[in-house]
């Protein structure tokens, strides 16, 4: 990986032949790798994706019906970019048929968590929500 961030000054650098150890994240910057992991979990299907495997481990189809509204092109989609990222474990089972199932890797069931609490947030919210967004139309 070609660093892209801010870079690190050099004297705390690990292995100075090893881009990514001069890479600091800063989502702000542009080129920042973790801008697009960002978008991946915030979109609206990455989010509800996240949340749905923290209930279980689901197959695909399984999972679409319980993310509704989201077409199959666009669940696998967001998997394949919660797989790449480190989110979600996709496992092929040796059955008869075989079959695909989804689950939440230590690091997607954290961020998964952060977003619980934000979804619990916004739901227990919503009568404040409702009443300002009626607010600002009568305005």
Not at 17 to 43: H, K, M, Q, Y
Request: glycine share 4%.
């Amino acid at each position: 990986m070609i660093p892209t961030a801010t870079p690190v000054d050099p004297a705390d650098s690990v292995d100075p032949t090893d881009p990514t150890d001069n890479l600091v994240a800063d989502v702000f910057a542009r080129a920042c790798p973790s801008r697009r992991t960002l978008e991946n979990i915030t979109g609206k299907w990455g989010v509800l994706a996240l949340i749905a495997l923290t209930e279980d481990t689901y197959r695909f189809n399984a999972l679409r019906r319980r993310v509704d509204g989201i077409s199959e092109k666009m669940l696998a989609q967001t998997l394949h970019a919660l797989e790449r990222d480190g989110l979600v474990r996709r496992e092929v089972q040796t059955s008869i048929p075989p079959h695909v199932e989804y689950s939440l890797t230590p690091l997607g069931s954290r961020v998964a968590t952060k977003l619980r609490d934000l979804i619990d947030l916004v739901e227990a919210e919503m009568p404040t929500v409702i009443a300002a967004q009626e607010d600002y139309d009568r305005r």
